[in-house]
């Protein structure tokens, strides 16, 4: 059995951390009379893979084309927030701390100066 180098045994080592699935099987790349073996990965954290098609290489690679369907729908997935600072409400800020903020940042000099006034 051949030592693992420790490059290897840390990419390894993510995969099963993060819990990763590895759904390529069949060898990926063959050339001549070497052995064939499998070089291209798909990884994912979910299994979500209905197939994979192993395809012939493209023009004079030795890399077989993957093709894979997959089910997902982009409603099960949280897109995140995505803050709109324009829309806030600066006047009912102001009246909640209860400055006058016009004339408060009036005696700053420079933006620098507000900001520190501010905070």
């Not at 070497?34 to 994979?52: A, G, R």
């Amino acid at each position: 059995m051949e030592a693992i180098d420790p490059h290897s045994k840390e990419f390894l080592e993510v995969i099963h951390k993060n819990f990763l699935t590895q759904h390529t099987r069949n060898t990926t790349r063959s050339r001549g009379i070497s052995e064939p073996s499998i070089l291209d990965l798909v990884l994912s954290d979910e299994i979500f893979f209905s197939d994979i098609d192993y395809l012939s290489p493209l023009g004079k690679s030795d890399h077989s084309v993957l093709r894979f369907s997959f089910n997902f729908s982009s409603s099960d997935k949280c897109l995140g927030e995505q803050l709109n600072y324009a829309k806030g409400d600066y006047v009912g800020l102001c009246k909640h701390m209860d400055i006058d903020s016009e004339l408060y940042l009036a005696q700053h000099n420079n933006i620098e100066d507000m900001w520190t006034a501010f905070k």
